[in-house]
């Protein structure tokens, strides 16, 4: 589970094992914690427990996505890495219309990847990202790394020698504040950042970047 700025827990309970995948419209007779289900952040609630979606086979990305939906997961932790956006928003799609849910049941995490730092790149990323999970909005779009690689369509740049090859003409800020316009327009809820610490982003920017969203 990625919890990193804004989010904030609303308890310091610990006992997470009374509460199968802590959604709270499970069946009544079913034991689950009300209080560890959510946690806030500035304009929505996420899930406290998500579903992964790094599955390399697209057949079982499709199935595993539809299963975790009727189990009960109401967080879906996707990312443009992992090349698998297309089958989890049929998958959600699909589910979601069989057992007569709405968008809004559901909390849905993307991911910024690292070829698409520069802030021309990180609209037309998104929006692809919202296409290919057939979604008109975004809860959570993460930069997936603090690292920029050269931008383009190769999601692994290397060198001749094997060494990948970073792009030093953008900074982390100028990425995140890219970001912020997506909220700014609307399709997107919220932002953040994965595969960070605050230490290191204190390094590249004073922490106040950090909390506007």
Excluded at 86 to 97: F, Q, R, S
Aim: include cysteine; glycine fraction near 6%; aromatic fraction near 10%.
């Amino acid at each position: 589970m990625e919890l990193k700025p804004p989010w904030r827990a609303t308890s310091n309970n610990a006992d997470l094992l009374t509460a199968p995948f802590l959604n709270p419209t499970l069946p009544t007779g079913r034991k689950y914690n009300k209080t560890l289900s959510y946690m806030k952040t500035t304009n929505n609630t996420m899930p406290m427990l998500g579903f992964g979606t790094l599955i390399p086979n697209a057949a079982e990305t499709i199935s595993a996505t539809r299963d975790a939906l009727e189990a009960g997961f109401r967080h879906f932790d996707c990312a443009e890495r992992y090349r698998n956006e297309t089958e989890v928003g049929e998958a959600l799609k699909a589910g979601l219309a069989a057992q007569g849910l709405d968008r809004e049941n559901i909390f849905v995490t993307t991911k910024l990847w690292n070829t698409n730092h520069r802030p021309e790149r990180v609209e037309p990323a998104f929006e692809e990202s919202l296409k290919r999970l057939q979604l008109d909005y975004l809860d959570l779009y993460l930069i997936h790394t603090p690292f920029a690689f050269q931008p383009g369509d190769d999601q692994d740049p290397r060198d001749q020698n094997g060494n990948v090859i970073y792009d030093s003409g953008v900074t982390l800020l100028d990425t995140w504040r890219a970001m912020e316009a997506l909220v700014d327009g609307g399709k997107c809820r919220a932002i953040g950042l994965a595969d960070i610490t605050l230490d290191f982003a204190g390094r590249k920017a004073s922490y106040s970047w950090l909390l506007r969203h």
